[in-house]
C-alpha cells in the first residue's frame, strides 16, 4: 500500500519499487490523500480542473506501474492536519487491503518539506502502529467486520535517514514514464532534463551497493 499526500508523490518516492513489485507479481494499491488542486502556477486553470487533470494523470501513471487499484480520499491539497478523523480514515484502509508493506513520506524530513506530506507520513505511522493492530482501536471498525492487521514494514521516502536501498536499476525506465503522465506537474518542474535529474538522483541513492540505480528509503519493520 502507497499512501501519498499528492497525484505524483508516489512517482517521485517510489514507483520504481513498485513497478519491480507488479512484476514480481505482488499487489500495490495507491491511496492519495488530497486532489492536488493548488499545485500550478496557471493561473488561467481552476482548482476542480486542475483536481480532475491530476487525478487523471495519477491514474494513468498508476496503470504504467501495474497498480491494480488507485484510492482517491479527495482532501483539498494543503488542508491536511493530523486529526482523529483522519487516522481512522487510514486505519480503515489498512484494514480493508491489510497490505504487507505500507510506503509513504517521511514525517521526519526537516525545515522544507510540504506540511501535507509530513501529516500524512505521520498519521499513516500512527495508523499502522498501534490503531490498525489493537482490536480494541475503533469498535466500531471491528462491528463492521475489519478485524485488526499488522504491517510488516513501512518504507519512508524522502528520509533524511537512509537504512534501506531499493534496487530500480531493471524498472528505472517505468519510474520515467509513470512520472511523464504527470504532465501538468512536469511542465511546473524547474529542471527541464528531468531523466536526467532523475537517473542522477537514483545512481547516487544506489552509493554502495551492487546495483546502478536505487530509490533510498527509511526502513521500518514492525515488532510482531
Ligand atoms: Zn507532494
Known sequence: MVVTAHPDDAEFGVAGTVARWTREGKEVVYIVCTNGDKGTTDRSLGAE?????????????????????????????????????????????????????????????????????????????????????????YPDLLAEGLEPHKVQEILFWGTEDVNYRSDITRTFDLKVAALRCHESQMREFANPHVEKWLRERCVKMAEGESFDLAEAFHRLELPH
Open 49 to 137: 480542473e486542475l483536481a480532475n487533470i491530476r487525478e487523471r494523470e495519477q491514474r494513468a501513471a498508476a496503470k504504467v506501474l501495474g497498480v491494480r487499484e488507485v484510492v482517491f480520499l479527495y482532501h483539498p491539497d494543503q488542508s491536511l492536519e493530523e486529526t482523529p478523523a483522519f487516522r481512522k480514515e487510514i486505519v480503515r484502509l489498512i484494514r480493508i487491503y491489510r497490505p504487507t508493506i505500507v510506503a509513504t513520506s517521511d514525517p521526519y524530513r526537516r525545515y522544507l518539506w510540504h506540511r501535507d506530506h509530513r501529516i500524512t507520513g505521520q498519521v499513516v505511522l500512527d495508523a499502522v502502529f498501534p490503531l490498525a493492530r489493537d482490536h480494541l482501536a
